[in-house]
């Protein structure tokens, strides 16, 4: 794929992310990597989406170092190249701090599959990584932050293609895709069950039951693998 259409992916999935009301000021970053031609797009740290380009979008190579005459890439470069390495379906990365979401990582709690909306995208519990140590952060604090990505679905047996998203304790959600277009609709997707589950909580005030695993299997499998028919 030409480098100037993978910018125009990784800025059309950027742009969609305030008009989605899921990030404010500039805040969040959609970043998007072909394997063959060795490029990693992101978006650029600091400038507001308003005033955003296709051409200010900043390549690098698979290691993370920006091509000549780019600008300063988002500080949460590193996270993306990390995570890119260890999951190899990934070809869209998306960082948000959106609100109810977010709301989840400062708990520190997982996102529970309370409905079929939630069944449909995510097969179980949104889960949230673990707090960073006090050496994690002060050293190659945003490395480290895919780090504890990668550990956490490795000890949950747990892939990005089951479950697209995660939260990072105190800090907020990355989600992923094969696709920008993919990466940015499961990012609407975790806000909207994010914001579900959090009202079902507060409204049972006790300890409810998340969905039925048969009912989960059903609405999760209905739209993938060789039988999927669903459609609306």
């Known amino acids: 794929?030409?480098?100037?259409?993978?910018?125009?992916?990784?800025?059309?999935?950027?742009?969609?992310?305030?008009?989605?009301?899921l990030v404010k000021l500039t805040w969040g970053n959609v970043s998007m990597i072909d394997r063959d031609k060795g490029i990693i797009c992101i978006k650029p740290s600091g400038i507001p989406?308003?005033?955003?380009?296709?051409?200010?979008?900043?390549?690098?190579?698979?290691?993370?170092?920006?091509?000549?005459?780019?600008?300063?890439p988002s500080s949460d470069l590193p996270t993306?190249?990390?995570?890119?390495?260890?999951?190899?379906?990934?070809?869209?990365?998306?960082?948000?701090?959106s609100l109810h979401a977010v709301v989840f990582a400062q708990a520190g709690k997982a996102i529970r599959p309370f409905g079929t909306t939630h069944a449909d995208t995510f097969y179980g519990p949104i889960p949230c990584a673990r707090k960073l140590t006090k050496e994690e952060v002060e050293h190659n604090y945003e490395c480290n932050t895919g780090k504890v990505i990668v550990e956490t679905y490795q000890s949950l047996n747990i892939t990005p293609d089951a479950i697209p998203a995660i939260n990072t304790q105190n800090h907020g959600p990355f989600i992923f895709g094969?696709?920008?277009?993919?990466?940015?609709?499961?990012?609407?997707?975790?806000?909207?069950?994010?914001?579900?589950?959090?009202?079902?909580?507060?409204?049972?005030?006790?300890?409810?039951?998340?969905?039925?695993?048969?009912?989960?299997?059903?609405?999760?499998?209905?739209?993938?693998?060789?039988?999927?028919?669903?459609?609306?």
């Open 178 to 232: 094969t696709s920008v277009k993919q990466a940015i609709e499961h990012t609407i997707v975790l806000e909207e069950v994010a914001e579900m589950a959090l009202k079902t909580e507060l409204l049972a005030q006790q300890n409810i039951s998340a969905i039925d695993q048969f009912l989960l299997d059903k609405h999760y499998y209905r739209k993938r693998g060789e039988n999927a028919y669903y459609g609306q």
């Open 49 to 72: 989406y308003s005033k955003l380009s296709p051409v200010d979008m900043v390549n690098t190579d698979l290691e993370g170092t920006v091509q000549e005459n780019q600008l300063k």
């Open 1 to 21: 794929m030409d480098k100037a259409i993978i910018q125009r992916l990784v800025y059309e999935g950027n742009v969609q992310l305030p008009k989605n009301q």
């Open 80 to 97: 993306h190249v990390y995570l890119y390495k260890h999951f190899p379906n990934v070809n869209s990365i998306v960082h948000t701090h």
